[in-house]
């Protein structure tokens, strides 16, 4: 049976080298909740639990709604982050579509942008191995700048 310290116990008995995310005991769901709740607007934020050890939260930032999906609390499960920015179908897809491949390459970061179900989407995923807090902080906060930064350009140029 594998035995867990609390943070101050890993400080306590380890080396500044030997500290890791495994060590220290990261509580994904708390960390992901405090960043929506240091992001979202409007008291917008949403969280769904279901059986199988999932987790959804929803909430608004700027114009567009994020989501973050955490697949469980194992190393092996994943946190994904999208926010819709456009519909489709659109004018001049082609056209969006190398402006979208450009950005991709461009000023996504750790975050691209892609296509669920007839809508256009930045989105990063993530296993959850050795995922620090801040990380978890910077893929919520990057796909929901994205997203806010571009959803009424995409619009104003693309939209139906």
Same mark, same amino acid.
């Given at each position: 049976? %594998?035995?867990?310290?609390?943070?101050?116990?890993?400080?306590?008995?380890?080396?500044?080298?030997?500290?890791?995310?495994?060590?220290?005991?990261?509580?994904?769901?708390?960390?992901?909740?405090?960043?929506?709740?240091?992001?979202?607007?409007?008291?917008?934020?949403?969280?769904?639990?279901?059986?199988?050890?999932?987790?959804?939260?929803?909430?608004?930032?700027?114009?567009?709604?994020?989501?973050?999906?955490?697949?469980?609390?194992?190393?092996?499960? %994943?946190?994904?982050?999208?926010?819709?920015?456009?519909?489709?179908?659109?004018?001049?897809?082609?056209?969006?579509?190398?402006?979208?491949?450009?950005?991709?390459?461009?000023?996504?970061?750790?975050?691209?942008?892609?296509?669920?179900?007839?809508?256009?989407?930045?989105? %990063?995923?993530?296993?959850?191995?050795?995922?620090?807090?801040?990380?978890?902080?910077?893929?919520?906060?990057?796909?929901?700048?994205?997203?806010?930064?571009?959803?009424? %350009?995409?619009?104003?140029?693309?939209?139906?």
């Amino acid at each position: 049976m %594998t035995s867990y310290q609390t943070e101050s116990e890993a400080i306590a008995t380890s080396s500044p080298n030997e500290l890791t995310p495994q060590t220290i005991g990261i509580n994904h769901v708390e960390v992901i909740e405090n960043v929506i709740d240091t992001l979202e607007q409007d008291d917008s934020a949403m969280v769904s639990h279901s059986e199988e050890g999932g987790y959804l939260w929803k909430f608004n930032y700027g114009s567009v709604e994020v989501f973050v999906k955490l697949s469980g609390t194992s190393d092996e499960d %994943t946190i994904t982050v999208w926010a819709t920015v456009l519909k489709l179908p659109v004018q001049d897809e082609s056209k969006l579509m190398r402006h979208l491949l450009e950005m991709n390459c461009s000023s996504t970061l750790e975050a691209r942008f892609g296509i669920i179900e007839n809508q256009v989407v930045v989105i %990063t995923t993530r296993t959850l191995a050795e995922l620090s807090t801040g990380e978890v902080s910077r893929l919520i906060t990057i796909v929901a700048t994205i997203a806010d930064n571009n959803d009424d %350009t995409l619009k104003s140029q693309f939209g139906a």
